[in-house]
Structures are given as C-alpha cells and as structure tokens.
C-alpha cells in the first residue's frame, strides 16, 4: 500500500501535479503507521526537514487508523495558518484520492471557546449596552455584531470571530465571546442554537480534529475537571513539536499580574467611567458595599505591585526561581486577603440579589409582562436583565485569583512555572 501512494508513478503522482517522490516520506508513514498498529501506547519522534512532506506523511496513516478503528485522532500544530491549510487544503485533496475505499471521513477544525459568539451573552450586553461601554465606537460595534447574530441563524453560520467582517475591539468581543466558567450548558436557553456547542458537536464526531498547541493544552487541564473540550482520541500526532513547550508554559504556569486584576476590577465596576457588571444590579441587593470593596482592593493591588517590583529590582534571585524563603519578610500577601473579602462581599450580593427577585416574582401580578430585549436575536434568560451566571463567574474568578496568589506565595503547587 505504501509503495502504492508515495512511489515515482503511485497514487499521490497521479493526482498531485509536480509530486516528486521522497525516500524519507515513505519511511515517516512507515514508522507512523507502525507505531498506530501497536497495541497499547507507542511514542514516534521525528525530525523532517523542510521538502520531506511531512503533512501527507502523517495525515495519511492517522485517517486511516481513525477509519479502520472508528475512534477519532488528532493533529496539534502552532500556527492558526498550518491549522487551516491542513483542514482546508490538505484535506481537501486528499479526499480527492482513490485510497479510502468507500469511506469517507469529517474533518473539523477545532478553535478555542473564546472565539464563539455567545447568543447569552450578547443578549446581555445588548440589555446593559449603557452600562457596559463609553465609546460610541463600542456601542456601534455591538449593534454590528448583533445583525451579525441574525445572519448566522439564518444562514447556520459557525459564529467564530474569523468570519466577522471586521476586528472588533476587546473591550467589546470579551462581553459576547464564549466563556468556560460563564456557560451554564444545557441549562442554556439558547443551547439549541449555541455556535460554541455545534462546533464542539461537530468536533466530536469528527474522525481527524486539527487544534492548536493552545488548544490541546487547556484541553488536557480541563481533562481534570471533566470539562475537556475534545473527545478522548486515539492517537496525536504535535507538529511544531518545539513550540509546544513555551505553549504549555504559558498556559499551565501561574500568571499573577495587576493587569489581570484590573480586568477582574474594570468589569466588575470602574467608578471612573461609572460602568460594570454591579451597576445592574438592584438597589435593594445593596450592591454599593461591593463596589466599595472593589475600590478598596484596587488600592491594594497597586500598593502590592509597587511592593513586587520593588523586590524583583533589589532583592528577587537573578534566575528568575522563587522558593518560599525569598518572600520572608519582604512582602506580605495582602491580595489574596483583599481578593477574600471580595468573593464574601459578591457570595452575599447573590444571596440578597436572588432574594430580592423571588420577593418580586411573588408579588407580581400573574398578567404582569416580563421585560425582555427587544434588539437582541432571541429571547433571553435574563427577563429583567439580570444574568446570575455572569455574577457566579465573577465569584469563581475572584476565589480562583485568590487561590492563584496563595499558592505563588506558598510555593504550594509543584510542577508549575
Ligand atoms: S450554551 Fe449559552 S451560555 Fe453557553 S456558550 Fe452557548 S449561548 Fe453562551
């Protein structure tokens, strides 16, 4: 069969236009193939120059293991343009071969979460619009996005940043975008209709699923949490195996940074610009208490960043390698304190905010109409405009950031960089 496809007159020279035949690519699909048709675990590393025709090499084995065993496999590469080429184009030729018998085989193209417009979401943002943004260009990008929405449900497009017309700011595609800790799933009500979860429908019955080095990683951390994004897949092949490293580094490592905290603060409430999340919450949940708090703690993420930089100047080891001992004395971890009373402060706001709303649905009278948004692309779970799973991902996120710093301080988790 080998012979067959990669020789001087096999298959691939009858269909590929200038194919020239590589010893070495004949002998990367041998070892592949060698090594899927081993029971139990077998590893293969390869190092093909540029011209061996590695894509083919590997490609070509995986799709028939996923065929011959009906599970699915996966290919990992760097770069979103290597991911597309194999997806599109690649792909695209292959199954123009006469080498598949009378299978045929899915390919899907596998992107992280927060490239999906989230219909929930924007419903939100398109409620809260005054709330949200400063900017009239914001504003107009969400009315954009929007019509946007209503062509995609007509047309079943995928929903995915890339096939928007143009780039939207970040202040502005992090309100609708899909998040991990903000989807309550099934209990969706527009889970029929979500992009995020037809693609991963689609990725799961897929037979190859091309991913990024990105995605493959936050993929296995979410293993953990049964949370992952893609099925349990038979075999992996990571192009750009070197790249992978730094990938996992900046994924898995922990990244504690005042900008990261400021995000948290910002979309909470910023008192500058007078918007955020706690300025739609109702007056009887007394959500000023939290937005003292979170005044409160930007003073002390500032004061503790000034602290840090101060010590990573004079006293932190020149490698770059904290242990314990080299805090002791220097800074105290005020964050992970401040960051606690913060997540109280939002645990009691939910309590006393879903309080307040079960009071009100009582003594509404049964014709009392609920509000609903009247721009946004289908009905929405917040009926008057409150979305209680933004304000849980918020306390989740303000435990984690708390936990996060602990643990930097503690030297607690092993294995991270
Ligand atoms: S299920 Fe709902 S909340 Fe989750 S991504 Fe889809 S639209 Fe958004």
Known sequence: MTNNIFSKDGIISQYFIGYEHRPQQTEMYETISGALAVQGRAYVVIAAGTGVGKTFA???PLIQHSIAT???????????????????????????????????F????????????????????????????????????????????????????????SALSFVPQNS??????????????????????????????????????????PLLVIDAMLRKDKAN???????????????LEGVAQDHLGLEISNGRINYLLNNLYNPRNDRGFLKFLSAQAKPNQAK???ANLRETSDRFFAEVIQWSSTKAPSNGRVKKSNFDGTITNTLSEA????????????KRTDLSRAQGAREKTPSAKPKRSK?????TDAKDGYDGFELDAYIRRTLGLATEIESFFKQTLSSTV
């Open 58 to 60: 590997y490609l070509i």
């Open 70 to 104: 009906g599970k699915p496999v996966v290919v990992s590469t760097n770069t979103i343009n290597l991911q597309e080429q194999i997806a599109y184009k690649d792909i695209t030729f292959l199954k123009t071969l006469p080498i598949w018998g009378e299978n045929d």
């Open 106 to 161: 899915e390919v899907a193209l596998g992107k992280g979460r927060s490239n999906y417009l989230c219909l929930r979401r924007l419903n939100n943002a398109q409620l809260h619009q005054t709330g949200l943004f400063e900017e009239l260009s914001e504003v107009k990008e969400l009315k954009e996005i929007n019509k946007w929405s209503y062509e995609l449900l007509k047309t079943k497009g995928d929903g995915s940043l």
């Open 172 to 213: 502005v595609w992090s309100k609708v975008c899909s998040e991990y800790d903000n989807c309550p799933g099934r209990h969706c009500v527009y889970y029929n209709k979500c992009f995020y979860q037809r693609a991963r429908q689609k990725l799961w019955s897929a037979n190859l699923i091309v991913v990024n080095h």
């Open 229 to 243: 994004i893609l099925p349990p897949y038979e075999a992996l092949v990571i192009d750009e195996a070197h790249r």
């Open 292 to 294: 003292d708090i979170v």
């Open 339 to 350: 960051l606690m009373e913060l997540y109280i402060a939002l645990g009691e706001l939910k």
């Open 375 to 379: 721009k946004c692309a289908d009905e």
